[in-house]
């Protein structure tokens, strides 16, 4: 039966959000934590654009599937996502891999680390389940994914870039009919399969997958039967579906969330330094690629009790000054200069000092005449006196971690190396 344009099936679904991830290819800033939970925006981290759109598309019901060092993803979660309440069928668990099934199995794949909670989906007695991943940055209604499945009775949809195939490579790939049901799933392919009438673009995997919780659980349940199977849903379950099954591929395009300033269906995945720094980057822009002003639509965080931003000093060479910047609460900008930058909450910048397009998370301190650009800061990096960044290829790289396009990442660690081989 297909919904009426009254019924809301977000009330019928679950989020359930894979959070394990490494994300290795951010080095240091995963040393301590899972990609998901890496700073994002000012205040954010990278997983509220995830739950954020569950939350704004009317879904009550999440459940996060936590492994590689997922305390300060956790202790997020407990800040700033407790406040649903049970009384009024809301619920948030959090699901670390935590030997539910065997003393020596941790979460395989994707597909087993929902396998393994079965019990606890079953508990929700919800109808729908959406996969999420958790380290992306988007915004999206799934509700209009969800009635798009519905509508085609479709096995399993699939939420789809549109992206030119010169770049698909990088991407599952989905080769579809002109009805939008995918023929082939294709990981990384050498030569995409183009789009029905548009020659140049293809159709990339975004990771989120929408199923009937009841067809899903039965093809878990073979699923972890099969010695074969790497129980992942891009690499078994997915592929089979498509073959055997009905499989739908969703526009992101026509259920992305726009403020009217975005130009184009904004997605990113910050996977790596380079591209971390560029998406917080874009954000000083004077029309920002995504609008994280849009109230319509908020991105629900962890909001810390602090001071307003504070500038001080008003000399030549020592004006407290931000232009085209964001800035963070509990910042004091003393006779600092900062430009096309993102300060993360607590930053602390002092006299003479240098910021431009830098990225600096929470709590780091940037001492007297330190001058940085094109870098990404660590939390509680204490930046000593004269230092001076993203000038020398050579110094950069020889002390810091320096991008092939520049960019510089600097962490404590790396700071207190350097200091002791310098005496």
């Known amino acids: 039966m297909k919904p009426g344009p009254s019924t809301r099936l977000s009330s019928q679904a679950m989020a359930f959000v894979l959070a394990g991830g ?8 995963t040393d301590k934590r899972a990609k998901p939970a890496v700073y994002f925006g000012g205040k954010t981290r990278i997983i509220d654009f995830a739950l954020s759109n569950a939350l704004n598309s009317g879904i009550r019901k999440m459940a996060i599937a936590t492994q590689y060092k997922a305390h300060s993803l956790i202790r997020h979660m407990q800040r700033g996502w407790g406040f649903f309440r049970a009384e009024r069928n809301e619920y948030l668990d959090i699901l670390p891999a935590s030997q539910r099934v065997a003393e020596n199995k941790w979460y395989l794949g994707t597909a087993d680390a929902v396998t393994q909670n079965i019990d606890i989906v079953d508990s929700y007695d919800v109808k729908y389940v959406i996969i999420l991943a958790g380290d992306h940055i988007y915004k999206m209604d799934y509700e209009v994914m969800l009635r798009a499945h519905v509508e085609a009775g479709a096995d399993v949809t699939i939420g789809c870039l549109t992206v030119p195939r010169a770049e698909a490579s990088a991407f599952g790939v989905m080769d579809v009919d002109r009805q939008g049901r995918i023929t082939a799933f294709l990981e990384k392919p050498a030569d ?6 548009d020659s ?8 989120i997958y929408v199923f009937d919780w009841a067809f899903l659980r039965d093809l878990l349940i073979r699923d972890a039967e099969d010695s074969n199977s790497s129980h992942d849903f891009g690499n078994d379950l997915i592929p089979g579906i498509v073959k055997d099954g009905k499989a739908m591929a969703h526009r ?6 726009t403020s009217g300033l975005e130009e184009e269906p904004y997605w990113r995945d910050v996977g790596t330094i380079d591209a971390f720094w560029q998406a917080n980057i874009d954000l000083t822009d004077f029309i920002p690629k995504l609008d994280i002003y849009d109230t319509a639509w908020p991105i629900w965080t962890y909001a810390e009790i602090v001071p307003p931003a504070k500038f001080i000093h008003d000399e030549d060479g020592r004006r407290g000054m931000a232009v085209s910047s964001l800035v963070s609460g509990d910042c004091i900008i003393s006779g600092s200069e900062v430009r096309n930058s993102l300060l993360f909450t607590g930053v602390r910048a ?3 000092s240098v910021l431009d397009h830098a990225v ?6 940037v001492n007297r005449k330190a001058s940085l650009k094109n870098c990404v800061i660590d939390r509680g990096v204490e930046i000593p006196e004269g230092l001076v960044v993203g000038e020398d290829p050579l110094f950069d790289a020889k002390w810091f971690r320096r991008t092939d396009q520049g960019i510089v990442l600097i962490t404590q660690d790396m700071l ?8």
């Open 252 to 257: 992101f395009s026509e259920s992305c969330v």
């Open 416 to 423: 207190d190396r350097r200091a002791a081989k310098l005496g």
């Open 360 to 365: 600096v998370l929470p709590y780091a301190t």
């Open 200 to 207: 140049d673009h293809a159709l990339a995997s975004m990771g």
């Open 192 to 197: 995409p399969p183009a789009i029905p009438g």
């Open 350 to 352: 002092h006299s003479f």
């Open 22 to 29: 490494r994300g290795s290819r951010l080095k240091e800033l």
